[in-house]
């Protein structure tokens, strides 16, 4: 059975919490990506995600300015961690359960990050 770590994308774009979310944007769209995962302030802090459909939902369809916003008010966190050994079966059932499309893939440290697309896209 393949596992996370056989599909997860190992190049993760990161930010900082204080960040703007025009930065998150301007990082998205230069890196096409649609999540960033959002680097902790220490090593016993946990891990955050912010995804273009946070800043749509919760930015754009307010009215609110991306550049007078900041990444923590709009991101997940702590967020859904997958194992890189953990079955691709139980990753998805975990995202269904959840109600997410992706997250990062540590063990110790940030490994990768696994999608939905990367499901549908790699698991074949």
């Not at 997860?8 to 944007?25: E, K, N, P």
């Not at 995600?49 to 923590?72: C, F, H, K, R, S």
């Amino acid at each position: 059975m393949l596992k996370a770590r056989d599909i997860m994308t190992s190049r993760v774009v990161t930010i900082q919490a204080l960040a703007s979310v025009a930065d998150a944007l301007d990082l998205m769209r230069k890196n096409k990506v649609h999540e960033l995962v959002v680097e902790r302030s220490g090593s016993d802090d946990a891990y955050g995600i912010v995804t273009d459909e946070d800043i749509v939902y919760n930015v754009m369809a307010e009215g609110e300015d991306p550049a007078a916003v900041q990444v923590y008010e709009v991101m997940m966190k702590p967020c859904v961690v997958i194992n890189p050994d953990l079955g691709i079966e139980y990753v998805a059932k975990l995202f269904a359960n959840v109600g997410i499309r992706c997250a990062p893939v540590i063990q110790e440290k940030l490994l990768g990050i696994i999608s939905v697309s990367d499901i549908l896209h790699k698991s074949g």
